[in-house]
T-cell receptor, first 115, second 114 residues
Framework: NAGVTQTPKFRILKIGQSMTLQCTQD?????MYWYRQDPGMGLKLIYY???????DKGEVPNGYNVSRSTTEDFPLRLELAAPSQTSVYFC??????????????FGPGTRLTVL | EDQVTQSPEALRLQEGESSSLNCSYT??????LFWYRQDPGKGPEFLFT???AGEEKEKERLKATLTKKESFLHITAPKPEDSATYLC???????????????FGKGTKLSVKP
C-alpha cells in the first residue's frame, strides 16, 4: 500500500491564482482530512470528510473548498490565492472505530508559497 | 476549549542520555491521545495511540504514558536517528461521537548529538 499520497510536493502561486491540491489514499478509509501547518504552530484542520459526498468545515476553512466524489480522493481547492495561504498542507485519512480512538495517517505534504 | 501544550519546545541530548517529553492537555472527553514523529520536510508519522489513564505503549527506545492530564514520551538511550520533531495530539468525543478531529500541540524538536 502506498498509503496517503499528495501532489504536487511544491508549488509557487501568484496572488489571485487558483490551484487544486490532490490527495489519494489506498487504505479504503472512510474519513479524510486536510490540515495546514505554519511555522511554530500546531497543525490546523481545514476541512474533513466522513465519506463520499459528505464534507464539513474544520477550524480554518476560509479561502478553501473541497469535494469528495470517491472514497479514495479528497482534493483541496484554493481560489484567489493570498499570501496568508502560504503554508504546508497535509492530507490524512482514518478508518474510525466506534467506541475508540481514531488514528489518522498522514501524507507527505504539499509546500505552497503565494507571492 | 480543547487544547494541547507540549514542553519543552526544543531539547538537545547527547547520545545515550535519556529524557522525557511532556504533553499536557485539556479536553472535554478524551477519545484518544496520539504521538507522531515528524522529520524535516515530511508528513507526521504515527507512533502511538493512548486512551486510558495508566496506559503505556513502547516501541524500540520510545515509551508513551498517559494520565488524566498529561502524557509523557520517554526516550531511553537515544541515538542521532531519533532526532525529529515529536507531535502530540488529542481527539475528543464530540456530540454523537461522529468527529475524529485532532487538536495538535506545537511539537518538541529533539536533537540527539553523537
Amino acid at each position: 500500500n502506498a498509503g496517503v499520497t499528495q501532489t504536487p510536493k511544491f508549488r509557487i502561486l501568484k496572488i489571485g491564482q487558483s490551484m487544486t491540491l490532490q490527495c489519494t489514499q489506498d487504505m479504503n478509509h472512510n474519513y479524510m482530512y486536510w490540515y495546514r501547518q505554519d511555522p511554530g504552530m500546531g497543525l490546523k484542520l481545514i476541512y474533513y470528510s466522513v465519506g463520499a459526498g459528505i464534507t464539513d468545515k474544520g477550524e480554518v476553512p476560509n479561502g478553501y473548498n473541497v469535494s469528495r466524489s470517491t472514497t479514495e480522493d479528497f482534493p483541496l481547492r484554493l481560489e484567489l490565492a493570498a499570501p496568508s495561504q502560504t503554508s504546508v498542507y497535509f492530507c490524512a485519512s482514518s478508518y474510525p472505530t466506534s467506541g475508540g480512538p481514531d488514528t489518522q495517517y498522514f501524507g507527505p505534504g504539499t509546500r505552497l508559497t503565494v507571492l | 476549549e480543547d487544547q494541547v501544550t507540549q514542553s519543552p519546545e526544543a531539547l538537545r541530548l547527547q547520545e545515550g542520555e535519556s529524557s522525557s517529553l511532556n504533553c499536557s492537555y485539556t479536553v472535554s472527553g478524551l477519545r484518544g491521545l496520539f504521538w507522531y514523529r515528524q522529520d524535516p520536510g515530511k508528513g507526521p508519522e504515527f507512533l502511538f495511540t493512548l486512551y486510558s489513564a495508566g496506559e503505556e505503549k513502547e516501541k524500540e527506545r520510545l515509551k508513551a504514558t498517559l494520565t488524566k492530564k498529561e502524557s509523557f514520551l520517554h526516550i531511553t538511550a537515544p541515538k542521532p536517528e531519533d532526532s525529529a520533531t515529536y507531535l502530540c495530539a488529542v481527539q475528543a468525543w464530540e456530540y454523537g461521537g461522529s468527529q475524529g478531529n485532532l487538536i495538535f500541540g506545537k511539537g518538541t524538536k529533539l536533537s540527539v548529538k553523537p
